[in-house]
């Protein structure tokens, strides 16, 4: 399958490289991003050490090193995105790489050509990486099995969302360090989050106990058999938000599209608001010096009050910034190291 | 080939309408069942060395898909008609989800009038509309469709959820004494669903169909045919729940059916993630195995199958539903639903006979007298070797191994999850009224 990488890989650009880490990429065996399910936990540790120096190179003056200089990135995104997109592109031009964006927005899909087709033609363009929202879950990995450019999922329907699941994992671990025995708490739609899931599998191995608390209605009737075949004995979960919360260290509300309400997941905003929404009040239950994260964007007033996310405790920009750190470790591990 | 008669010699011939099971022969002149015995002599026949094979009555399908009009490029007639003869089918009964519908008259005679002159080998009975449209809002010229040909009635994919309608369907298919064939989904609870609603659906991120989407439409059909005394036969189930539901209307002596296809007896929602033929992919998104109703789990074919050894299904179908590729090259959540079955029924079905989920003589009833006995009012005469009915006959390697290769079908949908399978046991002839429609080359035959 995928090569493994040899520790004599040819150097990359070496200008400004100082700054970078040392290249144990002996364990990187990805030539695409996916999800985290396929990751080793010493695989999530490189990436967090390349992250670490990019996290320094994030703080520079002059951000720019050119360790991916002659490489071209492509974001391909089938559906909005804000901040992902931004994360991506600006991650890939702080490496020296070129980028180029293409909007396809779902229409174009039904109009003829297909994924498959809007791919190859990428490839046939000799972009050496491509980075691909789509609202279908698993459209990444139909991709992966037609191309020989790499890529990397950001995002895939209500399936996977790698990249948020490693820079929440990063950014927990950077304020909580050891996490053996840690709690934390992921609220609202979990039926539909792609950032749950990844979070979950990434979770998995670092001693993190993780609760996933939701409605009855927004957690899928093959959740629990789910965790059972799929070993992940770290997750619970859980209906009730205060007894969610008792004793836990992070908590992670979940955007709520208002959409649910219309089918008819929730009853209405006020009644999720008045059972789910974490604010400072219900914030009391958790360890005093729990942190909260949202992937975003939030709905503030809905699944999380105003006072909570811009509170001491609140790592929500921090996520932001990690992000950027951990899209320029990936690109890097996936674009920068060459194949042999 | 046509030949005035055809004496098959030396098979081991299993007939399930008339619980025989021994070696002998069949004579077969000018189109019918001559007669069965050992050391048959006819002179001028062609003969059929057949020691080593299995002669049945030629398959019976209730439901299949033959596209046309409308999809011709997904599949034709005469290509439909191939890949079921491929198969040992002598008689299909094809859906009428055709663009036009099969909702009248005139369409339903295209396709019987397109039948006799491109597949004249084997027999087509077109399945007509319950409402116009396939809409559900307004019934059908139930009695017109009828006096066409029409085997059977059924909107299929888009069956009827207005239950007022299709009580007034059940009390016109009563008086016609025709079978409605039900696909049962109760679609608000379908709806956007791909795939089976268990874990297999959580970790994809995909909605599911539950279980309870088919049942409660199971139960549906059976209280209004309790009330019409209509002929319900429920096609393709796929839950335990059904099977369960079904048995107690038939212990209450309800003209109740039920069919079940080959994938559902031998694939799970599991299947869509894992691959056998591609080990090394490992979350596949296979739309292949993208099928309605879905696949479900190994619980639910459990319970199949001990629904087919108590004679609560009676029947299997291959729900054959051709695609073009790029209705299956696509995203799993847009890719279209079905399975192109016929070229792989039996052989697949054989897993369970090598297995000892269910005898082979319980399969051959399964693809012969139970799918005739519900079309019995019309048709008769098929599924049977009796003498003097019509001879239709497969021929069974039961011990060939192969490998399915898409290159090698003859449908024109490759849309198959059995890509790359290995299989013991194939058809290795198929004779339609008396004339051998298909034969393996490794079929003696002389003169």
């Known amino acids: 399958m995928e090569k493994i990488m040899s520790l004599n890989e040819p150097k990359l650009s070496t200008a400004g490289q100082e700054s970078l880490p040392p290249l144990s990429i002996g364990l990187w065996r990805h030539r695409n991003v996916l999800d985290l399910d396929d990751f080793s936990p010493e695989e999530i540790t490189l990436v967090f050490e390349i992250a670490n120096g990019m996290v320094e190179v994030l703080a520079r003056e002059v951000k720019k090193v050119p360790t991916l200089r002659g490489k071209t990135i492509a974001t391909l995104f089938y559906e909005p995105s804000t901040r992902t997109r931004a994360s991506f592109e600006l991650a890939a031009k702080y490496l020296g790489a070129d980028t180029v964006s293409l909007d396809a927005a779902r229409s174009s899909v039904a109009k003829g050509e297909s994924l498959i087709d809007s791919l190859r033609t990428l490839q046939a363009l000799e972009v050496d990486t491509i980075v691909i929202r789509h609202p279908c879950s698993g459209a990444p990995y139909i991709a992966v099995r037609h191309l020989q450019t790499s890529i990397i999922n950001a995002g895939d329907g209500c399936h996977a969302h790698p990249s948020q699941g490693l820079l929440d994992l990063y950014t927990i671990k950077r304020q909580l360090g050891d996490l053996k025995g840690r709690k934390v708490v992921i609220i609202g739609d979990i039926m539909h989050s792609r950032v749950a899931r990844s979070n979950i599998w990434g979770m998995r191995s670092t001693g993190l106990h993780v609760v996933l608390c939701a409605p009855t209605t927004l957690i899928p009737q093959g959740m629990p058999e789910m965790l059972d075949k799929c070993g992940l004995d770290h997750v619970t979960i859980e209906h009730n938000l205060d007894r969610a919360l008792e004793g836990s260290d992070v908590i992670m509300p979940l955007r709520l599209q208002k959409e649910r309400q219309q089918s008819g997941f929730i009853s209405s905003i006020r009644e999720y608001i008045r059972l789910y929404q974490v604010n400072s009040e219900r914030l009391k239950k958790a360890r005093a010096d729990a942190i909260v994260m949202h992937p975003g964007p939030m709905n503030e007033g809905v699944e999380i009050s105003h006072d909570v996310a811009y509170s001491s405790s609140s790592l929500i920009e921090q996520q932001v910034t990690n992000g950027v750190a951990i899209r320029m470790a990936l690109l890097y591990l996936v674009a920068g190291v060459k194949n042999q | ?447």
């Open chain 2, 1 to 447: 080939m046509i030949s005035k008669s055809i004496l098959i010699k030396n098979a081991r011939i299993i007939d399930p309408s008339q619980g025989i099971d021994e070696k002998m022969d069949i004579l077969i002149e000018d189109g019918l069942i001559k007669s069965s015995g050992a050391n048959l002599k006819a002179p001028a026949a062609v003969i059929i060395q057949a020691d080593g094979l299995v002669a049945c009555p030629g398959f019976i399908d209730l439901h299949c898909h033959l596209r046309e009009p409308g999809f011709e490029e997904k599949e034709t007639i005469a290509s439909g008609a191939a890949a079921a003869i491929r198969g040992g089918y002598t008689t299909v009964c094809c859906m009428p989800n055709t663009n036009p519908p099969l909702d009248n008259a005139a369409t339903v005679d295209f396709v019987r009038k397109t039948a006799a002159s491109q597949a004249p080998l084997i027999t087509v009975l077109p399945v007509g509309c319950i409402t116009k449209g396939r809409a559900g809002k307004e019934l059908t010229d139930m009695s017109e469709l009828a006096d066409a040909g029409c085997a059977g009635f059924s909107d299929d994919g888009s069956p009827v959820s207005n239950s007022q309608l299709m009580l007034l369907a059940m009390r016109c298919a009563a008086g016609l004494e025709i079978p409605i064939i039900d696909h049962c989904e109760d679609l608000d609870l379908s709806r956007g669903g791909h795939l089976h609603d268990g874990w297999v659906a959580a970790r994809l991120g995909i909605k599911g169909i539950p279980a309870a989407a088919e049942e409660t439409m199971v139960a549906r059909d059976i209280a209004l045919a309790e009330m019409t005394g209509a002929i319900l036969h429920l096609t393709h189930i796929s839950t335990r729940g059904s099977v369960d539901i079904i048995r107690s209307a038939r212990a209450r002596g309800l003209k109740i059916s039920a069919d079940v296809t080959p994938h559902h007896l031998t694939l799970t929602e599991e299947r869509i993630i894992a691959s056998p033929a591609e080990p090394d992919v490992p979350l596949i998104y296979d739309t292949n195995a993208k099928v309605n109703p879905p696949l479900r789990t190994a619980a639910d074919i459990e319970a199949l199958i001990q629904g087919i050894n108590d004679k609560t299904i009676t029947s299997v179908s291959t729900d054959h539903a051709p695609h073009a590729s790029e209705d299956k090259l696509c995203e799993f959540e847009l890719a279209a639903f079905g399975i192109s079955g016929f070229e792989t029924a039996f052989a697949a079905l054989m897993t369970l006979v090598h297995s000892g989920k269910i005898k082979l003589n319980t399969l051959i009833a399964l693809l012969t007298c139970g799918p005739a006995s519900v079309l019995q009012h019309e048709y008769g005469i098929t599924g049977t070797l009796k003498a003097g009915s019509r001879a239709d006959v497969a021929l069974l390697d039961i011990s060939r191994e192969w490998t399915l290769d898409e290159a090698n079908m003859l449908s024109q949908g490759k849309n198959t999850p059995f890509k790359g399978q290995q299989f013991k046991g194939m058809v290795a002839g198929t004779i339609h009224a008396g004339e051998i429609a298909y034969i393996d080359k490794s079929v003696r035959i002389s003169k």
